[in-house]
């Protein structure tokens, strides 16, 4: 009697299951938010059963920080070498910085987070303190470094490392808000590069030390 040659999605892919629930959590927390998210239906997105992502996640709260700290958490960290090796100027570090967030987190689905977090915080605690340490306060404290790395070299004015870390992260953020808005503040797709670049722009005119832009 011949084998089958294939082996059921579930066995051939066993060691897919935590990246494929992960996938499958990602785009539903961001087209549903948390709390209407269902295990349920991600379950059944990564085609596997609920018991299945028992084995590998706890509970919904569980599997939101895997997502963060499997997706966005490694591109702070990648971000951070960078800062730590670059060997150039503040302004191309900070453009390169910046446009890399962007197309990494910005122009992805991750980029829905922050409205899930800033819209469900009040109701989830204990989820928003995980957010604001694992990404918020770390995504600050990058831009504080190279704003310090670019005090130290004489190309950044000196400045208050608290306020204006938060000050710079804003419009990012705001834009991710904007991207999954269909209200006032909504701007449509093909409009953000020309914002990104706009925002870059103004923000080196706020830190560099008289020097003109292109």
């Not at 060691?15 to 059944?44: I, M, N, S, W, Y």
């Not at 890399?100 to 989820?127: D, R």
């Not at 306060?137 to 990058?142: A, V, Y």
Request: glycine share 6%.
């Amino acid at each position: 009697m011949m084998s089958c040659p294939f082996k059921p999605r579930w066995e051939r892919r066993k060691d897919a299951r935590p990246q494929e629930l992960l996938d499958a959590a990602l785009d539903h927390f961001v087209a549903r938010g948390f709390a209407a998210t269902r295990l349920d239906d991600v379950a059944k997105s990564a085609g596997v059963s609920k018991g299945t992502l028992y084995l590998y996640f706890s509970s919904k709260e569980e599997l939101f920080k895997a997502v963060v700290r499997e997706s966005i958490v490694p591109l702070l960290g990648e971000a951070e070498s960078l800062i730590e090796q670059y060997e150039g100027n503040s302004e191309e570090l900070f453009r390169l910085v910046m446009t890399t967030w962007w197309e990494n987190v910005g122009a992805s689905k991750l980029s829905g987070l922050p409205k899930l977090m800033t819209a469900e915080a009040g109701n989830f605690p204990e989820l928003a303190k995980f957010y604001q340490e694992e990404v918020v306060d770390r995504g600050e404290k990058l831009v504080a470094t190279m704003l310090k790395r670019g005090i130290a070299r004489g190309e950044i004015r000196e400045m208050d490392l608290e306020l204006a870390p938060r000050i710079l992260v804003a419009p990012m953020i705001m834009m991710m808000l904007w991207k999954h808005s269909n209200g006032v503040c909504f701007v449509e797709p093909e409009k953000l590069g020309g914002y990104l670049d706009f925002y870059i722009d103004m923000a080196l005119r706020s830190v560099l030390i008289d020097k003109p832009i292109n």
